[in-house]
């Protein structure tokens, strides 16, 4: 009876077979094909080495030629004699020394010949006349007028079996102007048979100079006849010719072939190139190497026919789950550099305006004579304003949101102020909608806790600013109370409101990334789908937790717990929370301790770099308290010219994000340029590691855009008053009293957000500490010089724009409605503003058909706002100069002793000197035409330190009124 034969066993020896097949054609191939690659490497190198060889032995046999040539060429008797032919005396010396030179030859061989005569002599035969149009001697013209050194040619002469090669020498006047030339004829016939000799038989070798022409070769006639080197060898892409010309002297190039190798390689000494090529032979596969891989590939292939299938399916399995896991390595990749630039440029965006907010309320908070009224409007704008940048911060911080790695920030805080904060932010929230905010808060709630007091206000933002988002009319309430934990404090807010309500798949989802329900109804509602997502993970971070009710239709609750430290201390009580029922809580008004004692400094200089007007115009306005010399600058190349001209600062602050050349950029170039005084970034990039980054690019420091005063003073302490130990003393020594008495001998430039008046005068009571105090509050909307200078970055926008259009310049389009934005914004304008951030996302995408389409509307509304802010200006100047030029009787000798005191301290780049003179001007009545030259002149050094310009104004104003100049 037959035994039952197993089918696999014949599918397995047919897979078997048919694998072992394939591996033996795959392997012979890959084999075969590495082999090539390693006799290509080791040919080729070969090939180069034979080049090298080559090119020494030629350079070697013709190197002592060419030198005695062009010191022939240079020699001042054959020179004289070449301008002179007809001189019998030079002749005879000229003869003479020719001989000398031909003794110094190798081959005893010498030829001369002028351009006067065109007689060709040559060793001891007779002279004939070159006649330098035949094609012939293009070596003639060759050498007179496309030669500076030295040149090589060759020819071969089949009478006498001959190869002579040529070194050719011009010889000038001393205008530079050729008169001749001098060379010799070398004999290199055994030379290049002997070069060829050793040539293996299936090498293609040969020599050819700067014009293609073969200059060396086994087959003589090649040389005879000038064959171009590409007629002979084609296989090169490009040309052989085109490859050679571009290899630096003393390269070596090697160029792939179908079935060889090509080597092309350089002769610096005679202008010349080489070239080799070996095509394959079966031969070269004839080695050790190939009857091992043979022995190898029997035993590889026996194992892997018995565990090919096993060890196939595991590593695909591998290489797909490992492909999967790259894939998605590289798409988080990319969403995370996407993430990060998004971030970068909105936290820019969001900062760059904030920074004229808090900057203009701290300024104004220095003030000691604040009515309550504008004092509390002033603190809750600089309150909110810095409760929502704290906001941005969270939100911009890119690390944070991926990693969720939220560090907090523990201080002991003012319970009741943190809840008005939050309160009369979002309050203004509510516009002109129907809705009732209300609050109801335990009157035993503690008055001090400790905890991360800016976390849990934008808890509290977000679930605020949702409440009030989603409704539309009704109510709003926010409710506080406590309970204890241990030694610890629970912390209860909840949020009712009579809004939209959550269907109940939207209230699973409520909590995740970049959620936001029923998007179909509230698609015209801002908002980001951040904030519950982030809420949350604060929420957590506290060892809290959120909940939330909600019916669709009817509104929501959120209710939100988090763990905080207790702090001993009394409860709010029922005056407290009426207040803040009431929404009149006033609170200390310097809580935020804005209101610091900014030691006079006047010893010291800084310079502002940015690009921003508003901003340079805030900080000024901050720097101004401490009466330091302050220069400003409006761009990182200013920056660098101030520097070049000698300009040394004790800080610089320099704005991160400019165009053309950014902060880093700028300081790089500084320091590179030797710059050792101290940096200071100011940045509205504040992405966690900037400081770090800042550090490495050549900063000492740096001040988060809106500047906040304790920062800046701290900065301001640490570099320029511990620099000057002595003066800081004397200041700081200063009696109140005293200070107010100095006080009132000086004068405000709240005017011109300048800070205090500073006086170069000998007298000790202007050196004394002054109190920092600005007299009069400071419209900065309706400030005439702000306008002014809007009106003038206006009216250059719109040039650009029309021209970027033109040009479909999407990248100036972008960066000119950027700037346009910002402006916009510090005049008020937040319509016009809105429309130019519309228009720079357009750019960003490059739909300059958009564009194209849509910007006349924006440049009109430019038009009209410069037509509207010139006439507020023009009614200013009319205020202060009158009418018309016959109203008024102009003091000339005032005028000329003032404006000749500005030119001598423009000379000395002594601003302050400068700008008291021009204060001095301003207290008197001028003629408008006076006046608007006046204010060209404080512009062009408050806004830019021209110094140079403001002398010349100030002279062309002197020569217009015909002024005397006066000498001091």
């Known amino acids: 009876m037959a035994k039952n034969r197993n089918p696999m066993n014949g599918k397995f020896i047919i897979f078997s077979s048919v694998l072992f097949l394939i591996i033996v054609a795959g392997g012979s191939l890959a084999f075969f094909f590495s082999m090539r690659q390693i006799i290509r490497i080791n040919t080729t190198s070969e090939l180069s080495q034979m080049l090298e060889i080559k090119r020494i032995k030629l350079e070697t046999y013709v190197k002592s030629e060419i030198t005695i040539v062009r010191k022939m060429g240079d020699s001042p008797l054959i020179r004289d004699y070449f301008i002179h032919p007809a001189d019998e005396n030079l002749r005879k010396q000229a003869f003479k020394e020719i001989a000398s030179y031909r003794g110094a030859f190798d081959h005893k061989s010498v030829y001369w010949v002028n351009d006067v005569d065109k007689i060709f002599h040559i060793d001891d035969t007779a002279p004939y006349t070159v006649d ?35 070194v050719n020498a011009p010889v000038f006047d001393d205008n530079k102007k050729p008169i001749g030339m001098v060379g010799t004829g070398l004999d290199l016939s055994e030379f290049v048979h002997a070069l060829f000799d050793d040539v293996d038989d299936r090498m293609d070798f040969y020599f050819f100079n700067d014009d293609g022409e073969i200059t060396g070769a086994r087959d003589i006639e090649l040389i005879s006849t000038k064959m171009k080197i590409e007629d002979k060898m084609t296989a090169v892409n490009g040309g052989i010719l085109a490859v050679a010309q571009s290899l630096t002297p003393g390269e070596t190039r090697a160029l792939a072939m179908p079935h060889g190798n090509l080597v092309i390689s350089t002769i610096p000494q005679l202008k010349w190139y080489s070239i080799v090529s070996m095509s394959e032979s079966i031969k070269d596969y004839k080695t050790s190497m190939t009857a091992l891989f043979l022995v190898v590939l029997v035993v590889i292939l026996l194992i892997f026919v018995i565990f090919n299938v096993f060890v196939s399916v595991f590593v695909k399995s591998q290489h797909k789950t490992m492909a999967s896991l790259e894939q998605a390595r590289n798409e988080a990749e990319m969403a995370n550099r996407s993430k990060s630039n998004f971030l970068t440029t909105m936290s820019h965006e969001i900062r760059t305006p904030m920074n004229a907010i808090i900057g203009i309320a701290q300024v ?137 309500g959550m269907k109940p798949e939207d209230k699973e989802r409520l909590f995740s990334e970049y959620m936001r329900f029923n998007a179909r109804a509230n698609r015209a509602t801002e908002g980001t789908g951040l904030g519950l997502n982030i809420t949350k993970k604060l929420v957590e971070m506290m060892e809290g937790t959120i909940d939330v009710e909600s019916e669709y239709g009817k509104g929501s ?80 190349f200013a920056a660098i010219r101030k520097t070049e001209d000698g300009g040394v600062y004790d800080i610089i602050f ?71 130990p002595e003066e800081a003393k004397k200041y700081a020594a200063e009696t109140p009293e005293t200070a107010g008495q100095a006080e009132a001998g000086s004068q405000s430039r709240a005017d011109t957000c300048q800070g205090p008046e500073q006086h170069n005068g000998t007298d000790q009571d202007q050196k004394k500490m002054k109190v920092l105090n600005l007299s009069a509050p400071v419209d900065y909307a309706a400030n005439p010089r702000l306008l002014k200078f809007f009106c003038q970055d206006a009216e250059a926008a719109i040039a650009t724009l029309r021209e970027t259009v033109k040009n479909s310049d999407a990248k ?12 916009l914004a510090n005049v008020g304008e937040s319509e016009a503003s809105a429309l130019a951030a519309a228009l720079e996302s357009v750019g960003r995408s490059g739909d300059m058909g958009y564009i194209s389409e849509n910007i006349d509307e924006f440049i009109q509304t430019l038009e009209s706002l410069v037509d509207k802010f010139r006439g507020a200006g023009s009614a200013d100047a ?74 010349e104004q100030c002279k062309v104003l002197q020569e217009s009124k015909s002024l005397k100049s006066l000498s001091f």
């Open 132 to 166: 330098p149009k035949s094609p012939d001697n293009y070596w003639y013209w060759m050498t007179l007028y496309r030669t500076e050194s030295y040149n090589i040619n060759i020819n071969y002469n089949p009478d006498i079996d001959k190869i002579r090669l040529w």
């Open 364 to 500: 104004q908070l220095q003030r000691k004579d604040l009515p309550d009224d504008y004092a509390t409007a002033l603190h809750t704008i600089y309150s909110s304003a810095n409760s929502q940048l704290g906001i941005v911060n969270d939100l911009l911080d890119m690390s944070k949101i991926e990693t969720g790695k939220m560090v907090l920030v523990p201080v002991e805080y003012d319970t009741p102020s943190l809840i008005n904060d939050a309160v009369q932010l979002n309050v203004v929230r509510i516009g002109s909608k129907q809705i009732e905010f209300t609050v109801d808060i335990d009157e035993n709630l503690p008055s001090k806790l400790y905890g991360d007091e800016l976390r849990i206000k934008q808890i509290l933002n977000n679930l605020l600013s949702n409440a009030i988002k989603y409704t539309g009319k009704g109510s709003v309430k926010l409710s506080v109370g406590y309970s204890r934990s241990g030694d610890d404090v629970l912390l209860r807010f909840s949020i009712e409101d009579t809004g939209q």
């Open 557 to 636: 609750v959120f209710t939100v717990t988090v763990r905080q430290k207790s702090v001993e201390c009394p409860v709010i009580g029922a005056s407290v929370v009426e207040q803040l029922r009431k929404f009149a809580f006033a609170g200390d008004r310097h809580a935020a301790n804005l209101q610091i004692t900014a030691e006079p400094m006047p010893y010291g200089n800084v310079l502002v770099v940015d690009d921003v007007a508003t901003n340079l115009y805030v900080a000024e306005g901050l720097l101004g308290l401490y009466q330091l010399k302050i220069e400003t600058a409006d761009s990182g």
């Open 654 to 724: 320099m704005d991160h994000m400019m165009p053309h050349m950014d902060g880093i950029e700028t300081t790089l170039k500084l320091r590179d340029m030797g710059y050792k005084g101290v940096i200071v970034a100011l940045t509205a990039n504040a992405i966690v590691g900037n400081d770090e980054m800042f550090m490495q690019n050549g900063f000492d420091g740096f001040i988060s855009k809106p500047i906040d005063v304790r920062q800046l003073n701290e900065i301001l302490s640490k570099f320029i008053r511990d620099k000057y």
């Open 812 to 823: 100036l389009f972008t960066i000119t409605v950027h700037a346009m934005k910002s402006a």
């Open 878 to 951: 009319a205020e202060n100069g009158g009418a018309g030029d016959s109203g008024v009787a102009e003091d000339k000798d005032y005028l000329a002793e003032q404006l000749q005191i500005v030119r001598s301290a423009c000379d000395d780049y002594d601003d302050d000197t400068a700008n008291a003179a021009l204060d001095r001007l301003k207290e008197r009545r001028w003629k408008p035409s006076t006046s608007e030259s006046l204010e060209k002149i404080r512009d062009a050094l408050f806004v830019y330190s021209d110094f140079e310009g403001v002398a």
